[in-house]
């Protein structure tokens, strides 16, 4: 296998959980309707893609959503969280979020999967989409692990592996993200991995073995998705 590629620029990520008093839904309708837009006029040429995941309903579950941009540059790191003092609808329902900076790699790219419809009897975007099945892993490295050797391992070790076991088992996606700044990070990278079905993830999950990861990894977060929100495509 080829090595993954590096998508030029830097990802920023913002981990979405919704407030103690809000209603998934309500986080959900005011996400779409009164945030996105306003993100996608302020962010004009500045962003190169923004999409947001929607985690499926789960008990213990840490997150409700994770928003993403595809920038030039890293951003800057504001002096507060997002939101904590509220600027739309959005962000009175959501917790105040932080900045995450990765950088993404892409071992499988499959979106001819994952077409992009903008809508036609409204604003073209956000719009969404749906018709697969997202499993995204947040990793938390060891606390004395070698992060330069971790990352390594991930991107020619452990990728390749999962690279063929997705294909043999329905995968037509998989993007690997590592932390730029793994010290003030919630965690150390993100796989994000795409099936076409449930079905299809739990018959990889039968076929997975050990290949060194866990001698990286010390836990490990993870959520499902079957819709997305996009903003800029």
Known sequence: MTPPTETPGIRANFLIKRRPESSREELIAHWFANH????IDLMGDTAQRYWATLFDEGDNLPWDGLAQMQLADEMATPAEPFGTKPSDSF???????????TREYVVIDGLEHLPVRPLTLNAPFPTSRS?????TSFLQAKEDADLAAFFDHWLGVHAPIVDQRMRDHGGFRYVINHSLHPDNAPYTGIAEMYFHTAEDWARYLLAVEPDGMENFVGSMVRQTSQTEMIGIP
């Open 91 to 101: 962000q009175e329902y959501a917790e105040p979020y932080k900045l995450w900076s």
């Open 36 to 39: 996105m837009p306003g993100v």
């Open 131 to 135: 018709g697969f099945y997202k499993v």
